[in-house]
């Protein structure tokens, strides 16, 4: 059975600081790996999707990476904002289609102090 | 343009009861999900559905019961509501590269 861990639970960190943010999974078996954000009250966003092929994707100030055999991801946040505040989660999926049961972490709440 | 719309966004109501939460999606996507986000805000699936038809089903309880009238809707009936019913109920589709898009979400408090 598929478990994600993400590690920290909760972030503080001063705006401008460049942070890191863990995912990690216990089945290297996996298809894709997803990162979402998910504001207060809001549902998800979409931040990024890294094919198993790949090893990183980018975008703006984020940039993804995965290690699938060590069965880790991380999310790159460069120069930090107030705006970045949020929960993160990362979602894998076991397999392409309609039949894929997502599995997420736990997430990891970012605070952005000014 | 909304990709993925719920409704309602809020729902309260009392123990025993019967609601119903909808969800639709514009985006043309063949497959959509029910997810479960309980008080500590962790996502379960329940269920999922590709192109009307019911393919995944989280062994939740039977007062559950998910129908897809099209491929662009998908809701969600709830019998006999339960304390532990309360939580944040999320759709989503899967786009062609297996990513995931999720409605606001749907608060149901149960008294």
């Known amino acids: 059975k598929q478990e994600v861990t993400q590690i920290p639970a909760a972030l503080s960190v001063p705006e401008g600081e460049n942070l890191v943010l863990n995912c990690s999974f216990t089945?290297?078996?996996?298809?894709?790996l997803q990162w979402f954000r998910q504001d207060p009250g809001k549902g998800l966003t979409s931040l990024l999707l890294?094919?198993?092929?790949?090893r990183e994707q980018t975008s703006g100030r984020l940039n993804a990476s995965l290690d699938k055999s060590s069965g880790r991801s991380t999310l790159y946040i460069a120069a930090s904002q107030p705006g970045d505040s949020a929960t993160y989660l990362c979602?894998?999926?076991?397999?392409?289609?309609?039949?894929?049961?997502?599995?997420f972490g736990t997430g990891t709440k970012l605070q952005v102090i000014p | 343009d909304t990709a993925v719309s719920q409704t309602p966004k809020y729902l309260v109501t009392q123990m025993g009861n019967d609601k119903s939460i909808k969800c639709e999606q514009n985006?043309?996507?063949?497959?959509m999900y029910w997810y479960k986000q309980d008080s500590k805000k962790f996502l379960k699936i329940m269920f999922s559905?590709?192109?009307?038809?019911?393919?995944i089903n989280e062994t939740v309880p039977n007062r559950f019961s998910p129908k897809s009238p099209d491929k662009a809707h998908l809701n969600l009936h709830i019998n006999s509501l339960e304390l532990g019913d309360s939580a944040v109920y999320f759709c989503?589709?899967?786009?062609?590269?297996?990513?995931?898009?999720f409605g606001p979400g749907t608060r149901l408090t149960v008294t």
């Open positions: 985006l043309g996507h063949d497959t």
């Open positions: 559905y590709n192109n009307k038809e019911l393919i």
């Open positions: 979602a894998v999926s076991p397999n392409s289609g309609g039949y894929q049961k997502v599995t």
């Open positions: 989503a589709s899967l786009g062609d590269r297996n990513e995931q898009y």
């Open positions: 890294i094919q198993s092929s790949q």
């Open positions: 089945d290297s078996a996996i298809y894709n």
